[in-house]
């Protein structure tokens, strides 16, 4: 909605700048807190991957191993 209101004429008095709009959304409406959870789960699902790819007898390291393939041979092939 700031940003609607940022582009009308009167939008810097309405609402301010850039910053300031950003400033009020990490700080104010703790906008943040909404992606706090993400970033704690994706180092978590980093961790999770890495001890998969470890594992040799692993069926997903093995998946992984094939999707790796599959994907250069596309990419040097050209095909899609």
């Given at each position: ?7 009308l004429?009167d ?5 301010g700048?850039v910053g300031d709009v ?10 943040f ?6 970033y704690v ?6 961790s ?6 470890m594992k ?8 992984i191993?094939?999707?790796i ?10 095909l899609?």
């Amino acid at each position: 909605m700031d940003l609607e209101k940022m582009v009308l004429d009167d939008g810097p008095e309405t609402v301010g700048g850039v910053g300031d709009v950003a400033l009020r959304h990490f700080k104010d409406l703790r906008g943040f807190e909404h992606y706090r959870q993400y970033y704690v789960k994706r180092e978590e699902a980093q961790s999770i991957f890495e001890r998969e790819l470890m594992k040799k007898s692993s069926g997903f390291s093995a998946y992984i191993d094939v999707s790796i393939n599959i994907t250069l041979w596309t990419m040097l092939t050209g095909l899609r």
